[in-house]
């Protein structure tokens, strides 16, 4: 996923990566961001336990914290250590994404690396790296006498250097799905219990756990951020918070032995990382988590694209039509005759039904149709904990495979695959080759996969260090036959899209299809679930009450129809769904003509200006174009802001195309009213823009 660039030093070129020798001793040491603006320090305490702190700007924003591990043996690695030596380096260069916010990426960080050895003989590094937007380390095992070490705890701490402005999600074992709570951190505890979203599978572990990306604030108003980078065959982290000192603690998360982590040394944890910014949007323009993976391990990458899709979904997801193809319940897969089955009438995949979306993707220019509920077993899949649910490869009587994959590709596009797994990983593993090569004989280069339910064997869940083994295995199985992956339910991203870029989306959240989530939630998402990755949210709303289509149905989609088409600009995906359906999109077609041209991949992203959950304002240049679209959304606020045109080029003229609130939208009482209007602008023209409750604006400006 990208190439380094060296730095041009007057009339040298030299590598940007410099080294210094190594020196010993156990005194206390200090590294500092390439401008100076954040510091870490570190030393052993007096017991020789490794500690360190972070201040940024002069400000500690995280007093001093241990590091160590708590063994399923009862002993720890956390105390005892000399120092053996202490190497550092610099680097400042830059790489290209296979797709991306931008062109290029910078990275650029000071590093130090710590070698210790324990009063036991363990050896352990701590590798530091302090970047100008944040500081971020990891513990390296080097290959030593140990081969194997059975983790039954992290013992890493981030001490909270004040009672924080925190943005959070309960800590959960297997679900993210939940609507982001604003408190103190000091508050946790006393509004853990309002985020139940009964989701299917959920195994929350403490009234002060939360998960991560955390989204913080100081009362100086300097922004933080807390997550993890390049999770690789190591469980995810949560963070619980001893909300007396408001000190958090890292917490794995377990699978079915005592063992929350097993490692074969040599071997290297995730990075345990800290970003800050005197600015909100500074967090949102970081590429920290990205920088701190490891390099593209796919050799061609040409058959790895930006994707606009369409979906034989939402009509499911609302209730107009169902996943499976009759009425039936706790049966066998593999002797249930479907030949033989009275259909329910209601099924959504239908041959007839899937053509109609062909049509319609095709002649709006998409690249891709996504189908759900094509393939037996949806009678029986949901919360069942069932081994042998899916098969992957046979259709329902009434879904032509072959026929619609040669229609939809006499028609210039794809068909998307989808594979539900409803927790049962032994059984997708089984038949995981035979389902890539059924995409591959049909002409299919994506994979939509879902992971609803309690996760099988039972004791894994969701994020288990057996289950991120299997995320990423999957990416990896993928890749060798040219598939790429959105992977639903899995664990949050952490980075590592960089590496293996085929994956080019994830869920790992709460998206569109809680129809009825508070509209600050859109405007929350790219300050933590984003910062790992980009997340299949599954925009472009543009019916908003169900009852209209739905005869009973008491759902709303909380947005206006402004706001679902900035959504393609805020929230970064090179993944972007229509998830409407065409006859919604009939009836605005005029609007509908955003999502139509708006890219999915961009050359240039500035964010003007945001703040986490309230309301967020990009700017993005189009790939190898001078096209740029403007986005913002709001929560349940209105909002007035003057939009200054200056990332424009100079002397030149520009005609923007304004999607816009009416004056009388509103998400609750007019969620579709808007108005479209065109006019000429330049380089430091300011356009008043207004966002009704829950609205927004988009603009494309050529």
């Not at 490869?393 to 495979?401: A, G």
Request: glycine share 8%.
């Amino acid at each position: 996923m990208n190439r380094l660039i060296f730095k041009a030093l007057g009339s040298a070129v030299v590598p940007a990566l410099a080294l210094c020798m190594q020196s010993c001793g156990n005194g206390p040491q200090a590294l500092e961001s390439p401008s100076g603006n954040i510091r870490l320090d570190f030393g052993l305490t007096q017991t020789g336990q490794p500690q360190y702190s972070v201040t940024f700007d002069g400000e500690e924003i995280v007093k001093p914290s241990t590091l160590g591990f708590e063994l399923v043996d009862g002993s720890c690695i956390a105390e005892g250590f000399k120092v053996d030596g202490v190497s550092r380096s610099s680097n400042d260069s830059y790489w290209v994404p296979v797709w991306g916010e931008n062109d290029s990426i910078r990275d650029n960080y000071n590093a130090m690396t710590v070698a210790m050895t324990s009063d036991k003989g363990v050896k352990m590094n701590l590798e530091f790296r302090v970047f100008d937007d944040g500081a971020a380390f990891r513990y390296v095992f080097p290959e030593q006498e140990t081969k194997t070490i059975e983790i039954k705890e992290e013992l890493t701490q981030m001490a909270m250097g004040g009672d924080y402005t925190a943005w959070w999600i309960p800590g959960d074992y297997d679900t993210q799905e939940y609507e982001y709570i604003k408190t103190p951190l000091s508050g946790i505890r006393n509004h853990n219990a309002e985020e139940d979203m009964t989701n299917v599978s959920s195994s929350r572990f403490s009234p002060t756990g939360v998960q991560t990306s955390l989204m913080l604030k100081t009362p100086s108003g300097k922004y933080l951020n807390l997550h993890e980078a390049a999770l690789v065959d190591y469980p995810a982290m949560h963070l619980n918070l001893d909300d007396s000192t408001l000190v958090f603690t890292s917490w794995l998360t377990p699978g079915r032995g005592d063992a929350k982590a097993v490692v074969n040394t040599p071997f290297k944890t995730p990075w345990r990382v800290i970003m800050a910014s005197e600015k909100a949007t500074g967090i949102l323009a970081t590429d920290i988590i990205y920088n701190l993976n490891e390099p593209n391990a796919l050799e061609d990458t040409s058959w790895i694209h930006p994707t606009k899709y369409m979906g034989v979904w939402w009509e499911m997801i609302t209730g107009k039509s169902q996943w499976s193809y009759t009425n039936a319940n706790d049966f066998d897969l593999a002797t249930f005759d479907y030949s033989k089955a009275r259909p329910h009438g209601k099924h959504g995949a239908t041959t007839e039904n899937v053509k109609r979306y062909i049509d319609f993707a095709a002649d709006n220019g998409f690249d891709e149709l996504l189908i759900e509920g094509w393939n037996i077993g949806w009678e029986d899949w949901f919360g069942k904990e069932k081994d042998y649910v899916f098969d992957f490869v046979t259709p329902y009587p009434d879904f032509d495979l072959k026929a619609l994959n040669d229609y939809a590709h006499s028609k210039g596009i794809r068909l998307m695959m989808h594979h539900e797994t409803s927790g049962s990983i032994p059984n997708y593993e089984a038949h995981m080759d035979t389902a890539f090569n059924l995409m591959n004989e049909y002409g299919y280069d994506a994979v939509k996969g879902g992971y609803v339910g309690n996760i099988l064997p039972k004791g894994e869940t969701h994020y288990s260090q057996w289950a991120v083994n299997h995320y990423l295995n999957t990416v990896k199985k993928a890749a060798e036959h040219k598939i790429m992956v959105n992977a639903h339910e899995a664990v949050r991203p952490t980075g590592l899209a960089r590496t293996y870029p085929n994956l080019v989306g994830n869920e790992s959240a709460m998206g569109t299809e809680y129809r009825q989530m508070r509209p600050g939630h859109e405007a929350m998402l790219p300050f933590t679930r984003l910062k790992g990755g980009p997340m299949d949210f599954t925009p472009g709303i543009f019916r908003m009450d169900m009852s209209t289509f739905v005869p009973g149905s008491q759902d709303r989609k909380l947005a206006t129809v402004a706001n679902q088409l900035a959504l393609y600009v805020t929230m970064y995906s090179p993944l972007q769904m229509a998830a409407d359906m065409p006859e919604h999109y009939a009836e605005k077609m005029d609007a509908f003509q955003f999502i139509k041209d708006v890219p999915a991949d961009w050359s240039e992203s500035i964010y003007l200006d945001a703040e986490p959950q309230d309301y967020i304002i990009a700017a993005r240049r189009a790939k190898g174009g001078d096209s740029w679209w403007v986005g913002g959304i709001t929560d349940e606020d209105a909002r007035d802001y003057e939009l200054t045109l200056d990332f424009l080029e100079p002397d030149r003229t520009y005609t923007a195309t304004i999607y816009a609130d009416a004056p009388d939208a509103d998400y609750l009482t007019n969620p579709e009213a808007y108005v479209i209007t065109t006019q000429e602008v330049k380089k430091g023209d300011k356009l008043p823009m207004h966002m009704a409750p829950g609205g927004g604006f988009a603009i494309a400006i050529k």
